[in-house]
């Protein structure tokens, strides 16, 4: 981050201010991680600041501290749109365009507020007053945490502030293993575990929490996958009618697109999950080696992500979508 906005910052924030903070549509570990942890730092520092995620969250994440403070968009929306105009500053965390926050898109594209960006994604929009991305972080969770040391205030990260970051780092690396992990992630988790943070029971927490119908989910998932070898490729789908059938919750269809990789032989995967009411086909793609998925998802699916986990979205059937894919698979080289 640069010396003059990190200074610009530490003067804004020498007076308490109301701050809003908002983390992408869907939110995930790193954006609810990253989100409640600034959240938690600057309240202990006297400032106002309140959470709003522009629809519902996972109940997976539901036991991180503060969660239960945080607002939602889509079921408050005056309440929250008040919170935003009187904001002080505005920080979007874990996204890089308005268009990543659904609805609220409207509201936040007329405020007039100071925004700040944290954010690891590729090709960030340029609305914010400072803007910290970089997209050699593996999680926005990494980037808070040097954002507060930044600030000379790592002392102020407590068990709670950690519990939230090492979430974010947990969940965006795929527990340690995709390859913006580095010996600095690492170095921070060693520091989170000194504070006091659960290192075993997060992931407990996380990822040990599944109902029945979400392993039945998983199974229909599995009977559906689909392998290309010659393309080094395979795919899942997921209907509205097998979603309704397994009673399908938000939450439930998390990681299952990685089961696509762990196929000896597969560069290239993808989950394409059906969305009757969004009238939309919600597509994940993972990769591992060179091949990138951003730029497969912004050209193909109007999406984006990183290189090697993105996601996008199709308004035709998911038969059409499918034969899309297929066709364009078809004419990689992996
Ligand atoms: P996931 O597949 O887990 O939803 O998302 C993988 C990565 O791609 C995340 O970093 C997520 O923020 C990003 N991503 C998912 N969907 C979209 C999308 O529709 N547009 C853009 N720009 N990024 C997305
Ligand atoms: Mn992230």
Redesign the pocket.
Known sequence: MKTQDIQAIQSLLATPKKVAIIP?R?P?G??MGSTLALYHFLNKNNHEATVISPNEFPDFLAWLPGSEMVRVFETDKENCTQILQEADIVFTL????F??VGEMEKVLEVLDTTYIMID??QKPDDYAAYTYSDTTFGSTCEMVYNFISFLNQKDQIDKTIGTCIYTGILT?SGSFKFPNTTGDTHRIVAELIDLGVENTKIPNLLFDNSSYNRLQLLGRALQNLKVLPEHKTSYITLSQEELDRFNYVKGDT?GI?NYGLSIKGIQFTA?FIENKDEKII?????SQGGFDV?EF??EH??????RN?????SEVSMEETIAKFEKLVHNLTL
Do not use: L, T
Request: glycine share 14%.
């Open positions: 992408h869907n995930d790193d954006a874990d996204f890089n365009a268009h990543r690891h994604h965006d998390e697109v989950i919600k597509i994940s793609f993972r951003n998802a912004r699916f109007n999406g984006g992500g990183h986990a993105a996601g996008g979205k």
